[in-house]
């Protein structure tokens, strides 16, 4: 009977000294709180997208705006301004950075 008693007045002794840790816990819970951003993976630009070389040549001025040829070095759109038939050529590097029209 007295293993018993033993087992049992530690087992309270035990349940009494992780009262105030439980506390502790509870009032710790809404200070843990965070956002999660969101961060999205933007591949690197190596050269002149062919849309970015549209967006530039329509902001100058041309219609009707297509692709018509890209190499490694340049990138050609044609369209149409108020005269006619037009092309610009842009460089095929970050940016693209107008050759000549």
Do not use: E
């Not at 070389?53 to 001025?61: E, L």
């Not at 490694?72 to 108020?82: F, N, S």
């Not at 050529?89 to 107008?98: Q, V």
């Amino acid at each position: 009977m007295s293993h018993f008693l033993a087992k049992a007045s530690l087992a309270a002794l035990l349940a009494l000294s992780s009262l105030p840790f439980a506390g502790s816990v509870a009032f710790a819970a809404p200070q843990t709180d965070f956002v999660v951003k969101a961060q999205y993976h933007r591949p690197p630009v190596r050269g002149c997208s062919p849309m970015q070389a549209i967006r530039k040549a329509r902001y100058s001025g041309l219609r009707d705006v297509r692709i018509s040829n890209i190499t490694p070095r340049r990138v050609v759109v044609a369209g149409r301004d108020r005269r006619g038939w037009d092309r610009m050529t842009f460089a095929n590097a970050r940016g693209c950075p107008l050759m000549y029209r």
